[in-house]
């Protein structure tokens, strides 16, 4: 699947590094979505039951009221990432996510 084409106007400096995207002379770079999901536990306890009165889990999760067993927690985040960050960066990921909130909020004109 291929995401949607950045518009000039969104292209911003590297969120870790903050360089132009081609400061390295790379033509390529990541943009990357952090999106937290939590687990319905009532979807899953409603599947799992259904799988075991069925004696299928694939003919449970076609017959549940719900095929969906996990919701967003709040609105993705996005990161732009160059290639020798991509290449080079060790943060956990629960960080990067961090950091992508705070340049969102940044963004939307907020200071933090």
């Given at each position: ?12 400096k ?19 979505t ?14 799992v039951g259904?799988?075991h009165?069925?004696g299928?889990?694939?003919?449970a999760?076609v017959?549940a ?9 709040g ?7 160059c ?17 992508a ?5 940044v963004?939307?004109?907020?200071s933090?």
């Amino acid at each position: 699947m291929t995401g949607a084409p950045i518009k000039a106007r969104d292209i911003r400096k590297c969120d870790i590094c903050e360089r132009g995207l081609m400061a390295d002379r790379a033509f390529t770079f990541f943009r990357v979505t952090f999106e937290r999901m939590a687990v319905d536990v009532q979807a899953v306890k409603g599947i799992v039951g259904m799988a075991h009165i069925l004696g299928s889990e694939q003919l449970a999760a076609v017959m549940a009221p719900s095929d969906e067993v996990a919701v967003p927690i709040g609105p993705p985040d996005q990161m732009i990432v160059c290639d020798m960050c991509a290449m080079a960066h060790r943060e956990p990921l629960f960080q990067l996510a961090e950091q992508a909130a705070q340049a969102a909020y940044v963004r939307r004109g907020r200071s933090t």
